[in-house]
């Protein structure tokens, strides 16, 4: 990174406190996002935006069967074919395992595959690509290999696959073995957690009640398709042109899987169509489209067809989930057990991970003395699970706010009522993985307020208005949330911010800006430091080349981690400007004030920020002087969003048909940086989530194919089908955050499926406790009630 | 196989109101030919038809997915993408700064089929209801905004534009 101007790092990791400008500049306004002109024009690039005439078309040869054994590949006659340039399989890359995960290296996750596996675990997994000079070339070669499978029995079911009779996905030993890992019976994990004492909380609670409950499997689907052109630069080092959530993170897994130095790959994050969490893993796509440029020395582009990335991109792990909770009568949770089975596919990938965070988020809202977290994550043969918007949390929240409802019906209680008198408060600890290093107590927690706004805005206490024919029934449902900024001790930031010679900034981070507002709320932070215009920042956050080192976008980490970096780094600079300025003023640094795009000493005339650059760079005053300034974050804290979230419900009794009529957010983001892209995000947010609430599933048949033929199979949630929707914004002040921030990417995708299974069972008495939920299920449940 | 390469041809089209000549290969689709000649706002965001991130207008036939079209089909046909929008002196449509306005965009990977989307409804429906907005973008999938700042802002594009009713008449 020494391509920089400036000067050493800051050793100063304290952020100052009292020198922004109060007037507020850029913070906390709804400033145009910094790339929103290409977005609406169209002039925006996403990864194959570019001419790639000269680029060789690369394509991948899937596995038709969801386990079996490659006992030999001929890709002879592939290879005669004119136009081709490259075939390679399990043959010719490294035998070394790793994990796809994308986390720093060694992520939470077992290594457990290679760019090519010799067995292949679900249908469509690679097992050879090719490079040729024309696309009927790549068709027809991968038509031409050929392919001697040994089938394998596979097993689609996590029980099942724990069981002694059952097909061992991953007989050979690999490194990374998570806790408790027992490859031979499938299972990538065991994990438990106990606080408390679980048996006297189950003696002392006046009633028990029990439940399970169970989740899909629902994919991220990304609007534009997963994609990578990769190639040899001038200098032959290693360029990937990439469809990634996590640039330096992604640089990283490309350099370690090829034994390349990491100085000799690059990877340009163009703007990028959407993310969810699929991107934060570096795909098989990404590691083939390397190794074909390595192995021809040319451009190779890769993109997967929608329906190929529908069937082969990693999924949300599909779960089951029991628990188990002790009460008194007067509402006091004494004792909580939750037991997860999750189904982490064909490989480990997010399986430890996303297993902890389903059952700790939720239950950090109910922080009763004792609790007990048991579960485990089961290799299966279907697609690899991977981490999707609400990571785990989404199924721990639909289960266990289902669960909250149904234990406040047993004992009679209104379930606000009741999630009243047991949700954590301010200075109270969330439930965090044993293997977490975070500092726990929460110091900003606006999860009481948020109910109340949302109990106001749909009118709780009088609950709905019920139809005059009583054919149809009306309900209300709540769920609240927790979410994260960030994994603890894991994520590190660094940026750079120059002043340039007409007082303008380049900021320079390397955030993974996936059309949430990163680059635009980085741009806000540094103005805001200076009391500039947003237009006078520009944010460089697209390149490895050009950016210093950035975990990238995951567990809603941005705002909070690299917001925190960036902060550190516009005040680095601004320090130096005071010191300048009191420098030729001859004045106490601290004196000089910064404010509204203007350096003014207390003696003598002000400057504005642009007439200051221009004077210390023609050196008028004294030696020429170039000012940077650097910050970096790294943090035990991980602030909590909130939020409460009300369905409102209309079920026909006759047939099980409903529709969701409201629905409320309530959230607690600390303070909202840019309240219209906070407002995109929360809505963003809870329509994904209903969209796995009523409707999106990806099923395998009983071969372990996937059960969709394209984008028609896959349903989503479309602007017809939207619910009266209200946002409300419950802005406590998170005092870590960068201008009072915490994270709201994540929090909202979590309460829809239990807000809308709660508001059918206070409509008609039934719950659904399977996701997704159909009309089908309302009626069955509805008959079995009759 | 056949010598399928041999049966390239070409075809004239208007795009935007200027003239180009666009090489096609065989059984390619309007996406694919638009795209290769450089049209990179038409987006490819499932090749099926269902997502709408590949809208144009095409000529007579209006709103239309290009992935849908094959595009020898074309010859002779007036397109226009969301670069169609700008004003001659290269200024933003009001639906367009609307979007801007409303925090519409996020990854914008399907704006430009949603933009033509409503452009197209503002021109049979000066004033549209929510529930036409909606209706005019259920064609469209956008995965990250949840559609409700995107109904926002077309409204209010409708507003603004010289022959809406509310822009007539005030809010009565």
Known sequence: ?786 | MDDEEETTSSIHVRINGEREQHDIEHGETLMASLRRAGHYSVKNGCDEGVCGACNVILGERGLTRSCLVPAASCDGADVMTVEGLLDDAGNLHPLQEEFLEHGAAQCGYCIPGILLSAYDLLQDNVNPTEDEVANALSGNICRCTGYVQQIEAIQAAADRLPHSETAAEGDA
Not at chain 1, 580 to 603: C, I, K, S, T
Not at chain 1, 773 to 782: E, V
Request: with cysteine; charged share 25%; glycine share 8%.
């Open chain 1, 1 to 786: 990174m020494s391509q920089y101007e400036g000067e050493p790092e800051s050793a100063d990791e304290t952020v100052a406190e009292n020198d922004a400008a109060d007037s507020n500049v850029t913070v906390r306004e709804s400033v145009e996002k910094v790339d929103g002109w290409g977005l609406v024009t169209g002039n925006a690039r996403y990864t194959d935006d570019v001419p790639t005439d000269d680029a060789l078309a690369g394509r991948v040869l899937r596995s038709p069967h969801a386990h079996a054994r490659v006992r030999s590949i001929d890709t002879e006659a592939a290879e005669a074919i004119e136009g081709v340039t490259a075939v390679i399989t399990h043959e010719d890359v490294s035998e070394q395992r790793f994990t796809r995960t994308g986390f720093p290296h060694p992520a939470p996750a077992p290594f457990d595959e290679r760019v090519f596996n010799e067995t292949v675990r679900h249908v469509g997994e690679p097992v050879a690509a090719v490079a040729a000079t024309t696309v009927d070339a790549v068709e027809r070669a991968l038509e031409a290999i050929e392919v001697d499978y040994k089938v394998l029995d596979h097993v689609l079911d996590p029980e099942a696959a724990m069981g002694s009779d059952t097909p061992t996905l991953h007989p050979e030993e690999y490194e990374n073995q998570q806790e408790n890992a027992d490859p031979e019976h499938n299972v990538v994990c065991e994990t438990r957690h106990e606080e408390g004492d679980i048996e006297a909380g189950f003696e002392a609670a006046d009633e028990i009640v029990e439940g399970e409950y169970k989740t899909q499997i629902v994919q991220q689907l990304p609007m534009e398709m997963n994609t990578a052109i990769a190639w040899i630069d001038d200098r032959q080092r290693l360029v990937l042109r990439t469809t990634t959530q996590v640039p330096h993170i992604c640089r990283a897994k490309i350099a370690r899987a090829f034994d390349i130095d990491r100085t000799d790959v690059q990877v340009i994050k163009p703007r990028v169509g959407g993310g969810f969490g699929v991107r934060q893993d570096t795909v098989p796509i990404q590691y083939i489209a390397a190794a074909l440029a390595l192995e021809t020395g040319e451009k190779v582009r890769l993109r997967n067809e929608r329906k190929e990335d529908l069937h082969v991109s990693q999924t949300r792990h599909s779960q089951t989930i029991q628990i188990k909770t002790g009460v008194r009568e007067d509402g006091t949770i004494m004792v909580m057990h939750v037991d997860i089975t999750s189904n982490t596919g064909a490989y480990g990938c997010h399986g430890f991970a996303v297993l902890e965070n389903a059952a700790h988020e939720p239950l950090s809202v109910y922080p009763c003395e004792n609790r007990l977290f048991t579960g485990r994550a089961v290799y299966t043969n279907v697609t690899p699970g991977g981490a999707m918007r609400g990571y785990g949390a989404v199924q721990g929240t639909f289960a266990l706010e289902s669960h909250v409802d149904k234990v406040a019906t047993e004992i009679g209680m209104d379930p606000v009522e009741f999630r009243r008198r047991n949700a954590i408060e301010e200075g109270e600890a969330s439930f965090e993985p044993a293997s977490s290093e975070a500092m726990d107590q929460l110091q900003s927690v606006g999860v009481e307020e948020c109910l109340e706004r949302a109990c106001e805005s749909i009118g709780w206490s009088d609950g709905p208005d019920q139809p005059a024919n009583d054919r149809y029934r009306c309900g209300y449902g709540t769920a609240l949330s927790m979410a994260k900024s960030g994994v603890p001790n894991s994520e590190f930031s660094r940026c750079n911010v120059t002043l340039e010679t007409d007082g303008t900034l380049t900021v320079r981070v390397g955030v993974g800006d996936t059309g949430q507002g990163s680059e635009t709320v980085m741009g806000q932070i540094a103005a805001e430091v200076f009391g500039l215009d947003i237009n006078s920042v520009h944010v460089k956050a697209d390149d490895t080349d050009a950016t210093p080192w950035d975990n990238g976008a995951y567990a809603s980490s941005t705002t909070y981690v690299s917001g925190n970096a960036t902060e550190k780094a516009a005040r680095d600079l601004a320090e130096k400007v005071r010191d300048l300025a009191a420098d030729w003023y001859d004045v106490d640094p601290e004196a000089v004030e910064l404010a509204d795009g203007e350096v003014a000493p207390p003696r003598g005339e002000s400057m504005t920020l642009s007439e200051f650059a221009e004077e210390a760079f023609a050196g008028i005053r004294g030696p020429k002087r170039r000012l940077t300034g650097s910050g970096q974050h790294y943090t035990p804290l991980s602030p909590k969003p909130f939020a409460a979230q009300i369905a409102a419900v209309e079920v026909d009794t006759e047939t099980g048909e409903f529709e969701v009529t409201n629905f409320v957010n309530a959230v607690d983001c600390g303070q909202a940086l840019n309240p219209a892209n906070v407002r995109g995000q929360i809505i963003g947010g809870a329509i994904m989530g209903l969209g796995q609430t009523v409707s999106e599933a990806i099923e395998f048949d009983e071969d372990g194919q996937p059960e969709l033929r394209g984008l028609r199979d896959y349903e989503v949630i479309h602007a017809t089908d939207l619910p009266e929707i209200d946002t409300e914004l419950v802005e406590t002040h998170e005092p870590t955050g960068p201008f009072g921030a915490k994270s709201v990417g994540e929090v909202t995708t979590l309460g829809p499926p239990a807000a809308v299974a709660n508001a059918i069972e206070d409509a008609v008495g039934v719950r659904i406790t399977d996701l997704p939920i159909t009309s089908a299920k309302i009626w069955d449940a509805l008959q079995g009630g009759r």
